[in-house]
């Protein structure tokens, strides 16, 4: 059984303070991101490699990011661009859909 500690009497305004504390907090950092975040958050850099401007393949891109300790194959890379093109693409029909109703 585990003991109770002594707790001291909680009042309205510690409870308030209490409150207050919670809600000022930012989220914190994280370390780890997925695959899908990761390749979210370049994107555009990606896009931007792989256009015809710059000519790279995903694989090669793969193989750069490989140096960094990112493990994504060229396939993988592909595909999640895809999905996130996918996402964006929905968003928009949403939101264009709204508009015509008003």
């Known amino acids: 059984m585990t003991e109770h500690q002594k707790s001291e009497v909680i009042t309205k305004s510690k409870v308030d303070k209490a409150i207050e504390l919670l809600k000022e907090q930012k989220p914190k950092e994280r370390e780890d991101v997925s695959d899908r975040d990761a390749v979210r958050q370049m994107r555009r850099y990606i896009e931007k490699l792989t ?52």
Do not use: A, F
């Not at 990112?70 to 508009?99: A, M, P, V």
């Open 51 to 102: 256009s015809s401007k710059y000519g790279y393949t995903y694989d090669e891109v793969s193989e750069m990011l490989q140096g960094l300790g990112i493990n994504l194959s060229g396939s993988r890379i592909k595909y999640l661009i895809g999905e996130l093109k996918k996402s964006s693409r929905r968003h928009q029909k949403k939101s264009e859909g709204d508009n015509k109703d008003t």
